[in-house]
């Protein structure tokens, strides 16, 4: 028996899959007690179902500045009565901003397109761009009733930004979730070691890194990861 489950593993294992128990999103989730969940670049709510249909029934509140994905966010939670959408991005400053809209609005971004970007995903080419308005975190949740929150972050490379006018949200945090890339996909984007050092002077350190997209030329090579940080235990 022992044999046959190894070479069934090892099976697996050489086609990129495996079978291993690790700490997840949602039981990070459970294990703090969030009561709210802040979905900065929710795009159509897939992020939100996500979450809904592995059994986290508090707060939502998803944050989509581009008008399709908006459209389609505010009809897929229609009826949802813990789950709210504001049509706003989030950045260090308030005022409007030209965003990029791609073929495949998953990439539609605040910043510019690389040259890699195009190799990794022909749909990530830019069709037209959208005047959108940005607000900073802090005043968009300012007055919302939150102790436990838990901050999700993927905006295409502009998450350095929301950072930045989220001070005051961050206090009442205690996670914070970003893509973060090995490979650029848009221009002026920070590296991975730059984000972990900027969350350690948030006050926050890496708790779980999951592969996303893998390089386009090489499967076994990862391009971007999910990464969960927590508050520091000393905090």
Excluded at 52 to 62: D, H
Excluded at 71 to 84: F, N, T
Excluded at 124 to 143: A, H, N
Excluded at 185 to 211: I, K
Aim: net charge negative; proline share 4%; hydrophobic share 40%.
């Amino acid at each position: 028996m022992q044999l046959l489950k190894r070479s069934l593993r090892n099976l697996v294992r050489r086609r990129g899959w495996d079978f291993v128990r690790t700490p997840n999103l949602n039981q990070f989730l459970d294990s703090r007690n969030i009561d709210l969940v802040i979905d900065v670049g929710a795009n159509v709510g897939d992020y939100g179902d996500h979450l809904r249909r592995w059994g986290y029934r508090a707060a939502i509140i998803s944050l989509e500045p581009a008008s399709e994905p908006y459209g389609k966010l505010e009809k897929r939670i229609s009826g949802e009565a813990m789950w709210d959408a504001i049509r706003l991005a989030a950045g260090s400053e308030p005022g409007e901003a030209e965003i990029n809209i791609s073929v495949d609005e998953r990439f539609n971004s605040l910043l510019p397109l690389t040259d890699l970007a195009p190799n990794f995903d022909p749909q990530s080419r830019v069709v037209r761009t959208e005047t959108i308005k940005v607000e900073r975190l802090d005043d968009i949740l300012r007055g919302k009733p939150f102790a436990r929150g838990f901050l999700k972050i993927d905006t295409q490379g502009f998450e350095r930004q929301v950072l930045d006018g989220a001070a005051e949200t961050l206090a009442r945090c205690e996670g914070v979730q970003l893509e973060l890339p090995i490979g650029h996909l848009y221009d002026d984007v920070w590296s991975f070691r730059e984000a972990l050092d900027h969350m350690d002077s948030l006050g926050f350190v890496l708790a779980q890194n999951v592969p996303t997209n893998t390089f386009s030329h090489d499967r076994a090579s990862v391009i971007e990861f999910d990464c969960v940080f927590r508050r520091k235990y000393e905090r």
